[in-house]
């Protein structure tokens, strides 16, 4: 996942005033108490910042995958 499609999943996912917010002040555990736009930032994988963001604030597991990207094989 590239950046620009970690950015349209959060913005397809909570929307851009919420979406905001949520990369902004969520602290995620997974990343040191960073929150995603700061994990992002500092070059984390966006996909791995993606996944746990969507556990943080629980995403339901069927949209973890954000729009147009492919659900991952069974």
Not at 30 to 49: H, I, L
Not at 54 to 72: I, T
């Amino acid at each position: 996942m590239r950046v620009s499609e970690f950015r349209q999943a959060v913005l397809d996912e909570f929307g851009a005033g919420y979406g905001r917010v949520v990369t902004g002040d969520l602290v995620l555990s997974e990343f040191g108490g960073r929150t995603a736009e700061q994990s992002v930032n500092a070059g984390e994988d966006a996909r791995e910042v993606w996944l746990a963001l969507c556990r943080a604030a629980d995403v339901p597991e069927s949209r973890w995958y954000g729009v147009g990207l492919p659900q991952p094989r069974s």
